[in-house]
Nanobody, 113 residues
Framework: QVQLVESGGGLVQPGGSLRLSCVAS????????LGWYRQPPGKQRELVAT???????NYAESIKDRFDISRDNAENTLYLQMMNLKPEDTAVYFC???????WGQGTQVTVSS
């Protein structure tokens, strides 16, 4: 059974940083094509960043140069390092495995002073 569990969300002031984690089980993690999505309040879910099993990355233009996706294959964990956060980054952030189309439950990120 594939399971993705996100953590690391919270309340942060504008300009602050957070690191999200997504622990995966039930998949061949080292080869997994994974991604982060987010759903702002009242809006549709949108792609944030992806990483293939070989380490190739792709980022949404709105967060490029502020967010960094990475993975620790030994820990079966996908990360999203978020810097210089803005109020418009407020959203529920989800982890996704593209091969099985499995989603995590999401973690809330709120950027507010």
């Amino acid at each position: 059974q594939v399971q993705l569990v996100e953590s690391g969300g919270g309340l942060v002031q504008p300009g602050g940083s957070l690191r999200l984690s997504c622990v995966a089980s039930g998949i061949a993690f080292t080869r997994a094509h994974l991604g982060w999505y987010r759903q702002p309040p009242g809006k549709q879910r949108e792609l944030v960043a992806t990483m293939t099993g070989r380490g190739s990355t792709n980022y949404a233009e709105s967060i490029k140069d502020r967010f960094d996706i990475s993975r620790d294959n030994a820990e079966n964990t996908l990360y999203l390092q978020m810097m210089n956060l803005k109020p418009e980054d407020t959203a529920v952030y989800f982890c996704r495995d593209f091969v099985t189309d499995t989603w995590g439950q999401g973690t809330q990120v709120t950027v507010s002073s």
